[in-house]
């Protein structure tokens, strides 16, 4: 990997600049509170973002501005990768706003956490490294002075803690915490499992006795079976009888019907004996006392009295035009003396309007009196002839009366001979019918006889049918007490049967759990003895290993830094720097400023190469930040750094240093100045 060039805006005491990186070593020159630091925290910025209690938005965002963004610029693996981060200031905190990601020229934006988990992937950083602080970035790369210093001045414990984290190493301790939650696991499983299986045995001796039982209740069920089947042929005979009984009550029934019949047809048949004996009798008594009558010619009669009907009706007519003529003449009588009224008041003619003369009126009234006069002759005249015509109506009506009493004698006279010559008929019939009855009755009293004797031979049916009843009754009964008791024995089976069903579940699970239970037996133990040793054996291999290629490079580079042959240096089991000095143990902090200074980039130096070693793959290996690692040398010191650094054989190296000596053996020097709290590159 190799840094191309990085730009700021807004970024702390930086308002806009972009500082440009070369192959070899780079020295970032300048004063004391400059902006060099910054540089090396927007670097970490674009690749990793803002990180929870380490570096916050409002540590980088420059006082007063509302946004602003690094670009970094680098190559990898032959592609030319280039990172934006932006800040954007909100009304509650600082936040990371657009990210983008350019790789050959092609720009892709993406969140936070996407474009770092990209970059990861890029740099072949582990993982986990998404959401905390990158441990391979900060203790190979860029290992701000305080992180270096609270390391070697720092407690031993927190020291190997930080030391195991970065070597990876907490994973064994990971894994033997996992190994002793699987091994409480499978504890917990063998006390689940034991306590599950210990009722076993008893369950299998169920099972067997049930089956036992059930074989006895098979046995039984099937006695009933047989009982159930004779009741039933015994049920089925029997209804065979009864059925025959009904067949022969039904024909009892129908010959009792008869009977009945029979029995009704001669009571009503010797009744109507008698009433035809007594209906006879009482017509030959009313044929005695007949007289004999003669009929007249009633044809004779009828014609006279339609003679005589018609002479009426002609009769009636003129006397209705009589009665009509008389009052057409009393309507001219009316009007003449209307007109003989009028002509008295009348002065003018009302069709002439001439003076009416009394003689004209005379004249007038003397034509109407003998009008009048001729039509009161006429109405006496109409009056005798309508009184005469009166009269010869009555007498022909009269006659016609006397026709009428002689045809209504000749009728009577007809229905008597009818009725006479009926009852002759009706006597001669009424023999006959008495002789019919007799031959009837005769033959009905035979059938009685025979239906009688027919009845008799079912004298003992119903007794025989009650007691087939019964003992058909009986018979069911007792088959419904064997079914009954058949099927409580078939419940009883089959509820052992559900049972043994659960049994031999239960069983197939308790046997599985039996077995899997020598399986966590065996994994607990494997755990408990072999594999959390096994862990412990690995991690002091690993562990003594690391701390070999740790200690030799540590003392290496301090053996070159220092050129001092009474001051040796060495590390314990946990990490801690030994300074000896002619024979005697010293503490750090007892050290001079370049003594220190010294150790700390000895300790850095050696801890770079040996995590590089450890993880090989990662794209940062071959390049190094180191901030301000002189600090109290001597001249000769910082020629013997010119040494380490060539050393290394890194392909960047990015310095921050005040010391100009510096500037006599680095590849690139980049000066930071800061004017009115600006910084800015001047060279």
Known sequence: MLIKKIKLKN?????????????????????????????????????????????????????????????????????????????????????????????????????????????????????????????????????????????????????????????NMDKYKRIKENCKIISSELKNKKKESAAFIYDLEQKKDKLNNNRIKNNELKLKLNEFELKIVDYNKNIELSKTEIKKIENEILILNNIKKDLEIISSSLKIKNESKIKNIRSYEQLLKELSLTTEVNLIDIQQIKNKINEINKIIINEEI??????????????????SHEIKNKIIDLDLCPLCEQEVSIEHKNKINEREDSSINEMNKKISSYLETEKATEIEIQRIKNSLEELKLKEREYEINKIKLENTKYKKELSLKLSNDLGILEKELELLNFRKSELTFELNKFNDLDNNYKNSKLKSENLYNDLKKLEIEKASLSQEYKSIEKINSELIKEIEDKEKVKEKLQYYIEMHDWFDVFFISLMDNVERKVMLKIHNIFNNLFQNWFSMLMDIENIKVKLDEKFTPIINQNGYDLEYENLSGGEKTACALSYRLALNQTINNLISDVATRDMIILDEPTDGFSTEQLDRLKEVLNELKMNQVIIVSHESKIETFVDSIIKIEKQNHISKVIS
């Open 318 to 335: 003129k006397l209705k035009e009589i009665v009509k003529n008389s009052i057409e003449t009393k309507s001219k009588i009316s009007h």
């Open 11 to 167: 970024i702390r005491s930086y308002e806009e600049e972009e500082i440009k990186f070369n192959r070899g070593i780079n020295l970032l020159s300048g004063n004391i509170g400059c902006g060099k630091s910054t540089i090396l925290i927007s670097i970490e910025f674009a690749l990793f973002g803002l990180l929870r209690g380490d570096l916050s938005g409002s540590t980088l965002l420059r006082n007063g501005k509302d946004s602003g963004y690094v670009v970094l610029d680098f190559e990898l693996n032959n592609k030319f990768i280039s990172i934006k981060r932006s800040l954007k200031k909100t009304n509650s905190a600082i936040l990371q706003d657009q990210c983008f990601l350019t790789v050959n020229d092609v720009t892709q934006q993406f969140t936070s956490t996407e474009i770092k988990q990209k970059i990861l992937e890029l740099i072949n950083y582990p993982a986990d490294t998404l959401t905390k602080k990158s441990m391979v970035y900060r203790y190979t790369v860029y290992t701000p002075q305080e992180d270096m210093k609270s390391i070697l001045s720092g407690e031993k414990e927190l020291r190997l803690e930080t030391l195991r984290k970065v070597f």
